[in-house]
């Protein structure tokens, strides 16, 4: 498995063992010949955003089914604030499960009841006395910014209304871990931001551990503190979100992030021949310090000959700025162009001739 080794060991420095909210180790399950998980450990920390990623059919579902314990692995452990559940029965999975709140992609919201009535559910079912639950939800409803809908019916509000409802429902019974399953996949963009803004905003007031499950970069990129990316039952790269989007090893990983780091534009792409001859395109990567030096400018100070940036940008993830820039390096001079590539690697930039393109790009 990939891990980002390093920048993984600085930001485990806050965190112990002890504060895992949940742990898998070398967990397995197979249906017939499919391997749905094929060996997965992982673990969320106290707090923390957990961000797994995967496309369809990677095997994200069947890890939430182990979570909640509705389905049993084959082999392996699942601990939930350090007990191990995945060989309880019925009986004794009831109360583990309601520490763990869940809010979903179609929201489940129950339509025959009001709004408050819907966020009171969890401790209803808790036999909690009806003061207390109305109480609780009119709490609720107020830090997800929806008191005056505590009448309403589902049917009257919005999809990010609804979410809002299912996020309060969800913390109703202060759960120790909040698991996001697709939760903005079906808002659009804009309420998709406000919902995760509303979810970085729960987890820095309360300290809420989230677990969000998704196929979408932009929503890891948006509020995720480490990323776990999951293809065909198996973990293959885990790391703070800054890191593996600088440095992403897989590539399902590359794959993933395509849609959100910059690309080179298909019209030069196709103009792109392998060898010499014409301008040199070089794609960089760089984040941190790299991508905070006047990396540039001191390219032109040190190597005098005709660059241009042709496409890129700088993004920040995680207060870190990660960036990727392709340059068409002119004078089609193989000394030149290695001079080039020694400067920009020295200054911690990754560096890739992409090939070569005759005529202006
Ligand atoms: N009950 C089942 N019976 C047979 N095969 C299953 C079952 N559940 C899951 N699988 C298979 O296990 C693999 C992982 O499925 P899973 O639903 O966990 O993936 P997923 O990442 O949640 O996909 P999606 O994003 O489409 O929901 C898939 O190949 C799936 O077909």
């Not at 930001?11 to 967990?27: G, H, K, M, N």
């Not at 990623?53 to 350090?82: H, M, Q, W, Y």
């Not at 920040?316 to 001079?339: I, K, R």
Request: with cysteine; hydrophobic share 45%.
């Amino acid at each position: 498995m990939n891990q980002h080794v390093t920048a993984e060991v600085a930001d485990r420095a806050y965190s112990t063992a002890s504060e895992d909210v949940v742990r898998l180790t070398d967990l397995k399950r197979r249906f017939g010949a499919t391997p749905a998980l094929d060996g997965v450990s992982l673990t969320v920390r106290k707090g923390e955003i957990l961000g797994i990623i995967g496309r369809s059919g990677a095997g994200k579902s069947t890890l939430i089914r182990c979570l909640n314990g509705l389905e049993r692995p084959d082999s392996g452990e699942v601990f939930i604030e350090g007990r191990e559940i995945s060989r309880l029965g019925e009986r004794e999975l009831q109360p583990l499960r309601r520490r763990i709140g869940m809010i979903f992609q179609h929201f489940n919201l129950l339509s025959a009841k009001t709004v408050e009535d819907n966020v009171a559910l969890p401790l209803k079912l808790e036999g909690r006395p009806k003061a207390e639950r109305l109480a609780r939800a009119a709490e609720l409803l107020d830090l997800v910014g929806l008191s005056e809908k505590a009448k309403a019916y589902p049917a009257s509000l919005s999809g990010g209304q609804k979410q809002r409802v299912g996020i309060a429902r969800a913390l109703a019974a202060r759960p120790a871990l909040l698991l996001s399953d697709e939760a903005t996949s079906a808002l659009d963009p804009e309420t998709t931001r406000s919902i995760l803004a509303l979810l970085k905003d729960i987890n820095r007031r309360l300290g809420l551990t989230i677990l969000l499950i998704t196929h979408e970069m932009e929503v890891i990129r948006s509020i995720a503190d480490r990323v776990a990316v999951i293809d065909a039952g198996c973990i293959v790269e885990q790391g703070p979100v800054w890191s593996v989007f600088a440095d992403p090893r897989s590539e399902i990983t590359k794959s993933l992030l395509g849609g959100i780091r910059p690309q080179l534009p298909a019209e030069i792409a196709s103009r792109l021949v392998p060898g010499a001859g014409g301008d040199a395109i070089l794609r960089i990567d760089v984040a941190g310090e790299a991508a905070r030096a006047p990396l540039l400018s001191d390219l032109a100070d040190a190597l005098p000959g005709p660059f241009r940036l042709v496409h890129g940008g700088i993004d920040h993830v995680q207060q870190q700025p990660v960036g990727t820039l392709f340059l068409a390096v002119a004078g089609n001079d193989e000394n030149h162009l290695s001079q080039v590539i020694a400067f920009l690697k020295a200054r911690q930039a990754r560096v890739e001739v992409l090939g070569h393109v005759a005529g202006s790009v």
